[in-house]
């Protein structure tokens, strides 16, 4: 199984960051206008900033060693997750179509992400990030020829009744 580029935890750490500092800024205003308050506002918000900060850490830390994919024959199969296992198996005859993804901060570390869209009712897409933009490239290719493959021949009527 294939396990996502180690940059992608900065990426993860920047989220948890920006987070935890709108969180601890929030916290500074409330205490702030709240009357007979114990602690101060910058310390209250202070605290808030550094606790969800660590929990955020904590979390990429985890994200990263629970994070693992493979491109199999017939399928795309993902394991994520931190409190919550999530195993996926996309069957490629499933596959709309599939996107390759680089956002700014990406961009700068080499990184992107690849996205794939999905025939069914609920949430319909997943994502793979954090790989190194030549690979992501690579599973966005590979990924469209399967899908591609796995179509049925023309005048199969597949599952149709």
């Known amino acids: 199984m294939e396990r996502l580029d180690s940059r992608v935890r900065f990426i993860w750490l920047l989220r948890s960051l920006v987070g935890s500092l709108v969180a601890g800024v929030v916290v500074t205003f409330a205490v702030g206008a709240v009357d007979r308050v114990a602690v101060t506002p910058v310390v209250a918000g202070g605290a808030v900033f550094v606790v969800l900060l660590a929990v955020g850490a904590l979390h990429v830390f985890l994200r990263y060693r629970a994070w693992r994919f493979e491109v199999r024959d017939d399928t795309l199969y993902i394991e994520r997750g931190v409190l919550v296992n999530v195993r996926t198996v996309v069957p490629y005859v499933r596959v709309q179509h599939v996107d390759a993804r680089r956002g700014p901060i990406e961009r700068l570390l080499g990184l992107g ?44 009527a597949g599952d149709a009744v």
């Open 113 to 156: 992400s690849v996205v794939v869209f999905t025939a069914g009712s609920r949430g319909a897409d997943v994502s793979i990030p954090g790989l190194v933009a030549q690979r992501a490239d690579d599973v966005q290719e590979t990924l469209r020829r399967l899908a591609i493959e796995s179509e049925p021949e023309s005048g199969d």
